[in-house]
């Protein structure tokens, strides 16, 4: 019964998600006035794991046909649709600020989750 706890690989991903959006935002704000550099963005994680998530079908086992093995997913950045300056440079840094924000809530309630799981699983073995 105790041999995988969900919640425990749920949390240790959203901290994975949190750190790979963070890194896209640090580029972006570092080539915030290259000529000709468009923003990327990495979608939320709420988005990404709709798609990979506890919604869909999941392997248990690598011989299992017709889905991608758990945890087989990359998060890949996309260009951003974000208007242009006359440079050609996309990058925006207020919006890349309150990203930042965003994304460092993200691991903030990823380290709760943990903790939080962590508490209950310690209580439930009376320690």
Known sequence: MYQKLSVFQTA????????????V?????????????????????????????????????????GVAPAGSSKLQSVISNAEPSPNGNSVSIEEEMLKSVAVSREHSKS????????TVLRTSLGR
């Open 12 to 23: 240790a991903a959203m901290a994975k998600h949190a750190g790979a959006r963070q890194a």
């Open 25 to 65: 935002v640090a580029q972006n704000v570092a080539n915030a006035d290259t000529p000709g550099y468009r923003a990327r963005t990495i979608p939320p994680f709420m988005q990404v794991f709709g798609q990979t998530g506890s919604a869909g079908m999941r392997t248990s086992r690598a011989g299992h046909i």
């Open 111 to 118: 380290l709760a989750i943990y903790r939080h799981a962590m």
